[in-house]
């Protein structure tokens, strides 16, 4: 990393400095840096280490939240010149917690940690019913389907959401991975999906490995 103007974003990242990361990628913009640098070493990497350090135990769920945020203020700033320059993503996600689940920390955390690692996000929010999810998919054509459960009473409706797109016929279309709390390998394994994430940093190697 050469510019210091991406070091510093860089570390208000990681640092979940939000007014220093809108300035200093405002700052970039205005220099003519290369966006694709500021994306992929100023916020990609650093979300990249706040994973890590959450992954160690170094990081809690508050300052993943913290440093997201900070992620998600300068991605507002660059995502319109970036489409404009069509810098392509890294594909397309479709998350939501499944029908009769209300829990949204978790998936919203997943959803930002993959927007930060540079994939296309379609939150669908909470209470998502497996018909939702199939329009969705339909008419998107995402490359994930993500879901999650934090109440075992709502985990079989991940089981219906992928027997509903098997019926659609688009599950083989879409990869599927799931998470929560409750969920295992195990249940994974039983209902068909292809990937389970046990925290939102693995997520996004998990999602990476599968459209890799």
């Known amino acids: 990393m050469t510019d210091p103007i991406i070091q510093t974003i860089y570390n208000a990242v990681l640092e979940g400095d939000r ?15 290369d966006l694709a640098l500021v994306l992929n070493e ?6 990249k280490e706040v994973g890590d350090k959450f992954s160690c135990g ?7 939240l913290i440093s997201a945020r900070a992620m998600q203020d300068g991605l ?24 009769g689940d209300l829990h949204d920390i978790g998936k919203t955390l997943v959803c930002m940690m993959l927007e930060g690692a540079g994939f296309e996000i379609n939150d669908l929010g909470t209470d998502v019913a497996p018909e939702k999810f199939v329009e969705v998919v339909a008419t998107t054509q995402p490359n ?31 990869k599927v991975i ?23 940093g693995r997520a996004v190697a998990l999602a990476k490995s599968l459209v890799g």
């Open 42 to 47: 100023g916020m990609i990497a650093a979300m």
């Open 144 to 174: 994930i389907v993500a879901m999650s459960a934090l109440l075992t009473t709502t985990m079989p409706n991940m089981q219906a959401t992928i027997r509903a797109l098997e019926k659609a016929g688009l599950r083989d279309k879409v």
């Open 76 to 99: 507002a700033l660059v995502k319109p010149r970036l489409m404009e320059s069509q810098i392509q993503s890294a594909g397309k996600v479709v998350a939501g917690t499944v029908k």
């Open 19 to 33: 007014p220093r990361v809108q300035q200093q990628v405002k700052q970039a913009i205005e220099a003519n840096l």
């Open 58 to 64: 170094e990081y809690y769920v508050p300052e993943m």
């Open 178 to 200: 799931v998470g929560g709390a409750p969920v295992t390998e195990k249940f994974v394994q039983q209902i068909g999906a292809d990937g389970y994430a046990p925290d939102a």
